[in-house]
């Protein structure tokens, strides 16, 4: 088996959280304390280090750019956090009709 030498080292696990609040507010450009306030009304639940410092991962950066999306639309935090709500029980639907996971 050979390796490609210009492949570089294998990406994260998307659901993997890697990036701190600082990396993850600079790959964003959204602010720190903007991060906060979506945690804080459920928009987004980072993972915890043991020392509880937040670990944001792929799959957390493509739901935070949903937000900012639908916020850049006019829409408010709540109406933001029913709709993702609303896409995630879609996508659960979806993975059932496609046999993905069990049923209810």
């Known amino acids: 088996m050979s390796l490609d030498p210009h492949a570089g080292p294998p990406l994260p696990d998307p659901a993997q959280a890697v990036y701190g609040i600082s990396v993850t507010a600079e790959l ?31 799959n957390d950066l493509a739901r935070l750019q949903r937000i ?10 709540a109406g933001i956090g029913r709709i993702l709500e609303l896409e995630d029980a879609n996508a659960v639907l979806h993975a059932r009709l496609r046999g993905e996971l069990p049923p209810d």
């Open 68 to 77: 900012v999306a639908l916020a850049a639309a006019g829409v408010n935090l």
């Open 28 to 58: 964003t450009g959204v602010g720190v304390q903007t991060l906060r306030l979506y945690e804080r009304h459920g928009l987004l639940t980072p993972a915890r280090s043991d020392g509880g410092t937040r670990r944001y991962s792929s």
